[in-house]
């Protein structure tokens, strides 16, 4: 399962992003599962008003870029908080996935 990139790239930091979110944020660990759900969803939320942006320059293009990767930075460590509560092996599941689409049809035959 390791010849995987993302699994390669990533399972580092979900480890660690699950350990220093607990660190942090001990007061999540009594969050309402639902609430979870929620909190990723706006995460994401947040990600597409920063993808929405008009940068007009180099500077605003790269604050566009660091706001991106911050709201994204942010749904994958409540998305590994929330894994490691239920302990479900997210790299495990996420290798399974890719495997699974490799014989799929490129977007399950539907038109977008």
């Given at each position: 399962?390791?010849?995987?990139m993302f ?8 480890i660690y992003?699950?350990y220093d979110?607990?660190?942090?944020i ?27 942006l008009?940068p007009?320059?180099?500077?605003e ?8 990767g911050?709201?994204?930075?942010d749904?994958?460590?409540?998305l ?20 699974r ?12």
């Amino acid at each position: 399962m390791k010849d995987i990139m993302f699994v390669d790239q990533y399972g580092y930091l979900y480890i660690y992003a699950r350990y220093d979110f607990l660190a942090r944020i001990a007061e999540s660990i009594s969050k309402v599962y639902g609430e979870v759900v929620v909190l990723l969803h706006s995460e994401l939320s947040e990600c597409l008003a920063a993808m929405r942006l008009n940068p007009k320059n180099a500077t605003e293009v790269q604050d566009q870029k660091d706001k991106i990767g911050e709201e994204l930075a942010d749904y994958f460590i409540r998305l590994a908080d929330y894994c490691g509560k239920k302990e479900i092996d997210l790299e495990k599941a996420i290798a399974e996935k890719m495997k699974r689409n490799q014989s799929r049809p490129r977007l399950h035959n539907k038109k977008f």
